[in-house]
């Protein structure tokens, strides 16, 4: 089992930047891939980051490369994954969930509960 804890949600006004964390930790050694996800209300989910483990490599969706970062630490036995979210737009609003896939897994296998992101106009 991979237990998944995210933070840094909040709210912002259009142009600011917040961080977001996650650290997942259990049977990490199992996890090829990590993930930052949303939903927006009204759409459907969208994977805006994802970065291999170890390697890391992240790659974004169309709707936030340039502005969003993720980063990736490998501990001993705790991933993390950030994600430095600059230049907000009231579209990123919706809640963001970091996810872990096991190797040899085609889906996500494991899901955080979620950070609140709200960006103002």
Request: glycine letters at 12%.
């Amino acid at each position: 089992q991979v237990q998944l804890v995210e933070s840094g949600g909040g709210s912002v006004q259009a142009g600011g930047s917040l961080r977001l964390s996650c650290a997942a930790s259990g049977t990490t050694y199992s996890v090829c891939y990590m993930s930052w996800f949303r939903q927006i209300p009204g759409k459907d989910p969208e994977r805006v980051a994802l970065a291999s483990v170890p390697r890391g490599d992240p790659t974004y969706s169309d709707s936030v490369k340039g502005r969003f970062t993720a980063s990736q630490i490998v501990g001993d036995k705790t991933l993390f994954l950030h994600l430095q979210m600059n230049s907000l737009e009231p579209g990123d609003s919706g809640s963001y969930y970091c996810t872990t896939r096991r190797c040899g897994s085609p889906a996500d296998t494991d899901w955080g509960q979620g950070t609140r992101v709200t960006v103002s106009s």
